[in-house]
């Protein structure tokens, strides 16, 4: 979570060099729009955890409009502080992750991947996670850390670290 304008630097660097771009260039936004939706949910983070003054509220609603803007053109609903830095989101599309979910550092999530509640939880995942296109992991589940979770897998249960999880329902592959 970005608590001070540190963390909002970090995380803006994490998801570049996750994406392996070295520095952000204006025009940047009209060649990669994930990478610049990235860059406007960190701002919204900021503003929102950060900035209680009334030019930051003022700022950070500004950005939340364009977040909401961003987010209706690329098909995302990715709610703010859900995600760790490093996120990488791949292509346009829907995907979708509820607001009680948490996703670690250098996560990497395809398209048409929805991450939501069953019985009012939502999943928990670690660290340099690979989420596959068409991937649905919902429940109060946890997922460790180095795993890669295949296409169209559908994961209701937990699975430790370093394991790659395939098919319906979710199972692992290797240990």
């Not at 940047?28 to 950060?50: D, G, K």
């Not at 977040?67 to 995907?95: A, D, E, K, Q, V």
């Not at 999943?123 to 296409?151: C, E, S, W």
């Amino acid at each position: 979570m970005i608590r001070n304008r540190a963390d909002y630097f970090y995380f803006l660097k994490a998801d570049l060099a996750h994406t392996h771009i070295s520095r952000w260039r204006f025009w940047m936004a009209l060649w990669h729009p994930t990478i610049y939706f990235t860059r406007t949910l960190r701002c919204v983070e900021y503003y929102q955890n950060s900035r209680k003054d009334s030019f930051g509220r003022l700022i950070g609603t500004l950005y939340k409009v364009k977040f909401r803007l961003l987010s209706i053109y690329l098909g995302y609903t990715i709610p703010p502080n859900t995600c760790g830095p490093g996120l990488r989101l791949n292509h346009w599309g829907t995907i979708v992750i509820s607001p009680e979910a948490r996703i670690g550092r250098n996560a990497q999530i395809n398209v048409c991947v929805n991450i939501g509640l069953k019985d009012s939880r939502a999943p928990t995942i670690g660290d340099n996670v690979y989420i596959g296109p068409g991937a649905k992991l919902f429940g109060g589940i946890n997922i460790g850390n180095n795993v890669r979770i295949g296409a169209n897998a559908v994961v209701n249960k937990s699975f430790p670290d370093n394991v790659t999880i395939v098919g319906v329902p979710a199972h692992s592959v290797n240990s």
